[in-house]
């Protein structure tokens, strides 16, 4: 089985039975996070400019259905 998120419930990938000093995105005493949670939390900034080219990305596919 797969390690959850604990902020998102999102699948990690990370198996269960990895011990916690090998793991990635691993905070101790929290949990296991995500990619775009361990973002989020840790780098506002990054997460700012993921949101933008998100939305971005959004109106380019909006557009290209027209």
Known sequence: M???CI???TETGIDKNTPVNERELYIS???QLCYK???ETTD?????RQRV?????ERICQYQQR
């Open 2 to 4: 797969k390690e959850r």
């Open 7 to 9: 902020v998102c419930g």
């Open 29 to 31: 005493g929290i949990g």
């Open 37 to 39: 949670c361990h973002v």
């Open 44 to 48: 506002p900034e990054m997460a700012k």
């Open 53 to 57: 080219n998100e939305e971005i990305r």
